[in-house]
């Protein structure tokens, strides 16, 4: 998909400092970017072919999208396996529920996440919608909500247990990527008693939602999910090597660390590499750090090799110095990996700059 209606939806959304969107060059996506921007990626999203759904009844496909999302829990067992067979098992037993003992034409909610993290497609359609951000299938999870709330059910009860971590974790980043799809802001997160009495999505849960709600907003914003694992690379680490035509300096005053590498563009070889090593397959935000002077490069080439090949950002580093600016949004498979390089070959005078970046998963 072409990241373009995505980020213009986004800005649309948060008024998003992104300032331009080119074309695909080399193979690369271009992005260029001046402050924090994020591009969401999607979660990984089990369809309801991967885990076995039963054939659905007669569905209502609205046109509209939807503008909220709703947070249930399916007070079920807190149960310890955490697999993904668990997983599907739970997809396929709500189905049932829901169809074979409530009389519905198919599950009720749009997804469903497991206490290991799994996110599932609920309903029929569900994903196909969200891929596109256009339209819903009417849900059956919350009256008042089901024409226009994308519906997901939690694994659990949670009337005095708070959800684990992966599941938790996994929620924060589909509430996330649902809100850029679809132009949801993070404010429209709700739990299912805002709508008709009930338990659900319990207590507990339910006392987390001002927090899933700021977690969320921030992984719109790029700055990853709070808490999550993080990681930061200095070009003084042992995660940093630079090549021919670059030398340390420590001028800049708002610099991370002693110092920073820098080079003169050049149109010969020669690039700063910053190594990480990944410790699970996911979503991570990336962010660079420099110190800015207005001799510095306006158009400092970046490029992050991501697991679904090499994306190029580049940076203005005559200003926003002294902070963390966001390269983006990326889906890495674990392990170690050359994750962030900075070349010479640029059209924008003045030094280019290498000096840290930051990894954090969302
Ligand atoms: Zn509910």
């Known amino acids: 998909m072409s990241p373009s209606p995505r980020i213009s939806r986004r800005a649309a959304l948060r008024g998003a400092v992104v300032v331009g969107v080119g074309a695909a060059v080399g193979g690369a996506t271009i992005l260029t970017t001046s402050s924090a921007s994020a591009d969401v990626p999607s979660p990984d999203i089990a369809g309801c072919a991967d885990w076995g759904a039963r054939a659905p009844g007669g569905l209502t496909q609205l046109p509209n999208g939807a503008n909220k999302i709703v947070i249930h829990h399916t007070a079920s067992a807190n149960q310890a396996d955490t697999s993904k067979e668990a997983a599907f098992q739970l997809a396929r037993d709500i189905q049932g529920w829901h169809m074979d003992g409530n009389g519905w034409a198919d599950s009720g909610q749009h997804f469903t996440v497991s206490r290991g993290g799994y996110v599932m497609e609920g309903r029929h359609t569900s994903l196909d919608h969200l891929s596109s951000g256009s339209g819903m299938v009417q849900g059956a999870h919350a009256p008042g909500a089901n024409t226009d709330g994308i519906g997901i059910e939690n694994e659990g009860t949670y009337t005095s247990e708070t959800p684990p971590a992966a599941l938790y974790d996994s929620l924060v980043t589909f509430c996330a990527y649902i809100c850029q799809q679809y132009g949801i802001p993070s404010s429209e997160i709700y739990g299912h008693r805002d709508f008709v009495a009930t338990a659900c999505p319990g207590e507990a849960f339910y006392a987390m939602l001002p927090q899933l709600r700021a977690d969320v907003q921030a992984v719109l914003d790029g700055g990853?999910?709070?808490?999550?694992?993080?990681?930061?690379?200095?070009?003084?680490?042992?995660?940093?090597?630079?090549?021919?035509?670059?030398?340390?300096?420590?001028?800049?005053?708002?610099?991370?660390?002693?110092?920073?590498?820098?080079?003169?563009?050049?149109?010969?070889?020669?690039?700063?590499?910053?190594?990480?090593?990944?410790?699970?397959?996911?979503?991570?935000?990336?962010?660079?750090?420099?110190?800015?002077?207005?001799?510095?490069?306006?158009?400092?080439?970046?490029?992050?090799?991501?697991?679904?090949?090499?994306?190029?950002?580049?940076?203005?580093?005559?200003?926003?110095?002294?902070?963390?600016?966001?390269?983006?949004?990326?889906?890495?498979?674990?392990?170690?990996?050359?994750l962030v390089s900075v070349s010479r070959r640029t059209d924008g005078a003045g030094y280019v700059l290498a000096d840290a970046i930051r990894v954090t998963k969302v």
């Open 224 to 338: 990853g999910n709070p808490g999550a694992w993080s990681v930061t690379i200095d070009n003084g680490d042992a995660g940093f090597t630079m090549g021919a035509g670059w030398a340390l300096s420590s001028y800049a005053a708002d610099k991370h660390g002693d110092n920073y590498a820098f080079a003169s563009p050049a149109a010969e070889d020669g690039t700063a590499v910053f190594s990480a090593e990944i410790p699970e397959e996911g979503v991570y935000s990336i962010e660079t750090w420099h110190g800015a002077l207005p001799g510095y490069n306006p158009s400092a080439p970046f490029t992050v090799h991501a697991g679904d090949g090499d994306h190029a950002v580049t940076v203005d580093q005559t200003s926003n110095g002294g902070q963390w600016v966001g390269l983006g949004q990326f889906t890495l498979p674990a392990g170690q990996r050359d």
